[in-house]
């Protein structure tokens, strides 16, 4: 059987993710701050699918955690066949509204950790010849949103340029790029969503499948639905200037992924 490593596996995408690889057979490697919460879930999917699911508590917000993350990758007696960088969070405000030490942890757990962790994990998976990492982003990569977007538009630059870089080598990369999903990413951010259309509200498990059909297709860049694909498309003919009002104006106050 392989292995896969979630981070931020305890709910949303993460939880998803882990609902359907562990379905699959994939032996699990669950990580997140919350230690308890994640032995609950491990348990219950090794008792519902018979899989081995080990979990490991660690805030990637800190060099210890993503230290201790990079340390179980290296592991080659236990190798992680593929990586899952989903852990993230999002930022209550415009500009200059969150404190700098906020948005330097969200580049430490959006930038830093994606980036040591798919080093680590690549160059094992390369050593092998064969390997996959997917990398979790966000709509809001391709609109300006400030921090919280130019942090998932380093994730999607950085995974399709490693992509190529490794192309051949049997190893893949994909960033996916979901739009809003119904998860506590923004309740914990304090984020209220009221006036968000009820159409742009995607499914957890509904992302992960298109993101897992995707990999399967060799593909660097995955948005998962129709909807969302369409949207895309259109900002990249709007004008800068009506992107950046539309953004500012919507996208701060509520945060897609």
């Known amino acids: 059987m392989t292995t896969a490593l979630i981070t931020g596996s305890t709910a949303g995408l993460g939880a998803a993710f882990a609902r359907r690889l562990a379905r699959d057979g ?3 490697v669950m990580v997140a701050r919350d ?3 994640l032995s609950q879930e491990a348990t219950r999917l090794h008792d519902l699918h018979g899989v081995e699911a080990s979990v490991l508590a660690a805030d990637l917000a800190t060099d ?4 201790a993350v990079e340390e179980r990758l290296r592991d080659r007696e236990h190798p992680v066949d593929l990586l899952v960088n989903n852990a993230g969070f999002g930022n209550k405000g415009t500009f200059l509204d969150v404190p700098v030490e906020d948005e330097l942890t969200m580049l430490k757990v959006h930038c830093e950790a994606v980036l040591r962790l ?3 994990a690549a160059e094992r998976m390369r050593e092998r010849g064969r390997g996959g990492v997917l990398n979790v982003a966000s709509v809001a990569a391709f609109v300006p949103r400030g921090t919280y977007g130019a942090s998932k538009a380093w ?3 950085f995974t399709q340029g490693v992509a190529k870089d490794l192309a051949g080598s049997g190893v893949r990369l994909m960033a996916l790029c979901p739009g809003f999903v119904r998860t506590e990413f923004h309740e914990r951010a304090g ?3 009221g006036s968000v259309p009820g159409w742009m509200w995607l499914e957890a498990d509904d992302v992960v499948d298109a993101a897992m059909k995707d990999l399967a297709r060799g593909k660097s860049l995955s948005i998962p639905d129709a909807r969302y694909k369409a949207l895309m498309g259109a900002a990249r003919l709007l004008p800068r200037d009506l992107l950046t009002k539309a953004s500012s104006t919507t996208g701060r106050r509520f945060g897609p992924r």
């Open 26 to 28: 994939h032996h699990l």
């Open 35 to 37: 230690k308890e919460r």
């Open 64 to 67: 210890e955690g993503i230290s």
């Open 118 to 120: 798919t080093s680590v």
């Open 155 to 157: 994730v999607v630059q």
């Open 191 to 193: 984020m209220e969503t």
